[in-house]
């Protein structure tokens, strides 16, 4: 265990992380199969179109705002209150489109679940990283990306079906995150670390040995790929929907089922990630999610039968089962615990901002050429992405340490930084 944490309740407190974790998954793929019903619902004006998209990423934007500011709470005042108390609003925020009558209300909705759904990202997963260390931690760092996949396999399946009674009782489906509230209070110790949670710099040396333990220039990387790859990603949920009606005319069930043929291929390669770590960088397996991604989208750009189409998704999702469970791993290896929540609250940030991105970034493309053509492009973009992190794998030395020791004083002006990636 990491700073010296004991788990009274060890297989509940797994359990309980890793059910928590498929909340985040929910946030979205739980109404994704309703956005055609809901665009009808409220009629086909000039901004319709958009505010239904955001009704799906909304979320997104408000976790972005607010996970840098929910992981300097973590940090300074502890994790366990702020995941029960984001656990409620999340129940409340997530069940409100049930009895909104708005657009506009729906999309207030959104931004509480959103920042939510913040908390409970961050804290869950800043649990899993104090908690477990070493391989231990890659493990469960997989496990908790293979629930998320396995909540989406569940959900999209039941939202589809729930979506043809009705697009409001999709919503009813947020209400379930109360029953891990006993739990969560219950099997989930606050962790015990080096510095004490309430510690701040009090002096310019000690700010400065606060951002010595940020590795800039490697976290700048995780950022940037953790944005860049749910921009790309999240095509699936918002643009396959209206793909698949257009080409084959599916209902809200088969929807369902071919978004949760996506998931749920992300769920067995989280589940692998594990092993896979012991033989591949964090690197070659950034290389390793673009080239599934690549071949999956680029299956999805010149398909037109539904097979073909789930095909893709599965192939794509296999790709997308490794993002967020490696970032997460490599942020890890390169900070101390002290500044952890911090740093995945970065990650978190540009996470979501990239879900909330995509429809506006990936709406004025498909509008000018297809939708078809949009997943073609994109898909040989990732593979040029992929042909470089191979490459770089010869050239730069992934983290060996899971947890770095803090360091203990600022760097000399004199001192030539190291490779934040070695």
Known sequence: MSGGTTLPRPRLAQATLLLASMLTIMAGATI??????????????PNTA???????????????????????????YGRRWLLLVSTVVYALAGGSGFVLDSLVAILVGRA?????????????????????????????????G?????????????AGVLADIGWRVPFLVYTVALVLLPAMAFALPEPD???????????????????????????????ALGLVGQI?????????????????????????????????????????????????????IVALTFAFMSIGYIVIGVS???????AGL???????????????????????????????????????????LSPLVVGPVSDGVSLGATFLGVGVALAGGAVAFALATVYVTPPTESEPEPIETPRSPNEHPTNQLD
């Open 32 to 45: 994704s199969p309703a956005l055609p019903a809901i665009q009808r619902a409220f009629g086909s004006g």
């Open 50 to 76: 958009v505010l239904v998209g955001l009704v799906l990423t909304m979320h997104g934007l408000f976790i972005a705002v607010g996970s840098p500011l929910i992981g300097a709470f973590a940090d300074r």
């Open 112 to 144: 509480v679940l959103g920042l939510a759904v913040a908390g409970v990202m961050v804290t869950v997963t800043a649990l899993i990283t104090d908690y477990y260390e070493g391989n231990r931690r890659d493990t469960i760092l997989g496990r908790q």
């Open 146 to 158: 293979a629930f998320m996949s396995i909540g989406g396999v569940v959900l999209l399946p039941l």
């Open 193 to 223: 670390r080096r510095e004490p949670t309430g510690d701040r710099p009090t002096s310019i040396d000690d700010l400065r040995q606060t951002l010595a333990r940020f590795p800039l220039r490697t976290l700048a990387l995780i950022v």
């Open 232 to 284: 790309i990603f999240y095509m699936i949920p918002v643009r396959v929907p209206f793909y698949l009606e257009a080409q084959t005319g599916v209902s809200g069930s088969l929807i369902g089922a071919a978004l949760a043929t996506s998931t749920g291929a992300g769920g067995v390669a989280s589940l692998l990630y594990g092993r896979v770590r012991r033989f591949m960088s964090v690197i070659g």
């Open 304 to 310: 037109g039968t539904f097979i073909d189409i789930i």
């Open 314 to 356: 599965a192939l794509a999702g296999a790709g997308s089962g490794f993002l967020l469970t490696n970032l997460n791993a490599w942020i890890a290896a390169v900070t101390s615990e002290t500044v952890r929540g911090r740093a995945l609250s970065v990650l978190t940030s540009a996470f979501f901002l990239g879900q909330f």
